[in-house]
């Protein structure tokens, strides 16, 4: 919650990401949602917007499984998929280890779709940066349906925040533009932030006193028809993996 603070959920409406080894997703709004769906909800009786968010399962630690499948680093995989260039790329669901928001199914597991001949280390490398873009992106556009609040730029915050090299991936998959915050501890500031608002008795204030500038970009139009295309793939895959899932419970 203090990373969200550190970020301005709390002081307007706005859509964020919060990643590390897994990621915290969301939106907040100035009403508490009618029914919180299959996310978290943090009511106005504890904040000063209402915060409908969601855990995923795998974020940071994707990276660190897919970098030892394909021989890299983390540091190397991040460099090789935010260079790919290829004109496509595998779908990756990214439920290595079960997911959490907003499927909450731990028996799943994750897939590699469309592998084609033309698939290079740097493909696998982006694919599964954008899974797990994908998968926060759902996240994302299920708290704005249960808030009603839909918000034309997504802010990130942790890993996502920090590094430069996300920025591509981020806005070819939301299919939006993004607020990027280079903070080193964001929870750390909003701790801080925190303490100085019981002085001043405002969030808002204390946000306004602490606060950093995040690095803004927009989403080109082309970045903007990927990230619907294959969000569609992305969708149908795991549509396609949950129905085989819920078929294999049934069997006897």
Same mark, same amino acid.
């Not at 998959?173 to 701790?191: N, Q």
């Not at 801080?192 to 006193?209: D, Q, R, V």
């Given at each position: ?5 550190? &970020? ?35 009511p ?57 928001a907003?499927?909450? @199914? ?5 897939? &590699? ?39 034309? @730029? ?5 890993? !996502? ?14 299919? @939006?533009?993004? !607020? ?14 925190? !303490? ?9 204030? !204390? ?13 080109s139009?082309?970045d @903007?028809?990927?990230a ?13 993996l &949950? ?10």
């Amino acid at each position: 919650m203090c990373g969200m603070l550190a &970020l301005g959920v709390m002081t307007q409406p706005t859509s964020f990401i919060i990643t590390g080894t897994s990621a915290i997703v969301g939106a907040s709004s100035r009403e508490n949602p009618a029914d919180g769906g299959g996310l978290y909800v943090i009511p106005q009786t504890c904040a000063p917007m209402s915060i409908t968010y969601g855990p995923t399962q795998m974020s940071g630690g994707s990276i660190s499984w897919m970098s030892e499948v394909l021989g890299l680093t983390s540091d190397e995989l991040i460099t090789a998929g935010s260079k790919d260039s290829a004109t496509s790329t595998p779908i990756f669901l990214p439920y290595i280890n079960g997911e959490r928001a907003p499927l909450w @199914r731990n028996e799943i597991r994750g897939r &590699l779709i469309d592998i084609d001949i033309t698939h290079s280390r740097g493909s696998f490398a982006r694919a599964a940066m954008e899974g797990i873009s994908w998968a926060e992106r759902q996240v994302v556009n299920e708290a704005e349906r249960l808030t009603k609040c839909i918000n034309e @730029r997504v802010v990130l915050g942790g890993h !996502a925040g920090n590094d430069n090299r996300w920025e591509k991936i981020r806005m070819r998959t939301l299919g @939006r533009s993004i !607020a990027r915050y280079e903070d080193a501890d964001t929870t750390t500031r909003g701790s801080a932030m925190l !303490a100085y608002a019981i002085k001043t008795s405002s969030l808002e204030s !204390a946000f306004e006193a602490l606060s950093i500038k995040p690095v803004l970009s927009d989403v080109s139009e082309e970045d @903007r028809k990927y990230a619907e295309i294959n969000f569609v793939r992305y969708l149908e895959a795991q549509k396609s993996l &949950l129905a085989e899932s819920d078929t294999a419970k049934e069997r006897p």
